[in-house]
Nanobody, 123 residues
Framework: QVHLAESGGGLVQAGGSLRLSCAAS???????MGWFRQAPGKEREFVAA????????YYADSVKGRFTISRDNAKKTVYLQMNSLKPEDTAVYYC?????????????????WGQGTQVTVSS
């Protein structure tokens, strides 16, 4: 059973950057990984995903060109580098692990979730 723990959230001004990390515990790390976010009063939405090998990445249109997902399988950690942050990026960010390799933009494809980390972008 894998346990996920996010870190790296915080308060940043618009235009700034943050890097989120998601560390996985457990014997293996052979999962596709995703990042989702939930803003106050809104449903949780897909942000980015990466295949278990790191060879394929996927992004929501709202973050393309600004966010980069990556992973270090030796460290069992996935990252979300967030640049050019906007106030509308304010949300709780969650990482998630999936045994499946497709349709990773859907929450239902993920079996394990972290507790989330708050990202606040001030204008």
């Amino acid at each position: 059973q894998v346990h996920l723990a996010e870190s790296g959230g915080g308060l940043v001004q618009a235009g700034g950057s943050l890097r989120l990390s998601c560390a996985a515990s457990g014997r293996t790390f052979s999962y596709a990984m995703g990042w989702f976010r939930q803003a106050p009063g809104k449903e949780r939405e897909f942000v980015a995903a990466i295949s278990w090998s790191g060879g394929r990445t996927y992004y929501a249109d709202s973050v393309k060109g600004r966010f980069t997902i990556s992973r270090d399988n030796a460290k069992k950690t996935v990252y979300l580098q967030m640049n050019s942050l906007k106030p509308e990026d304010t949300a709780v960010y969650y990482c998630a692990a999936s045994d499946r390799g497709d349709r990773l933009e859907y929450e239902s494809r993920y079996d394990r979730w972290g507790q989330g980390t708050q990202v606040t972008v001030s204008s």
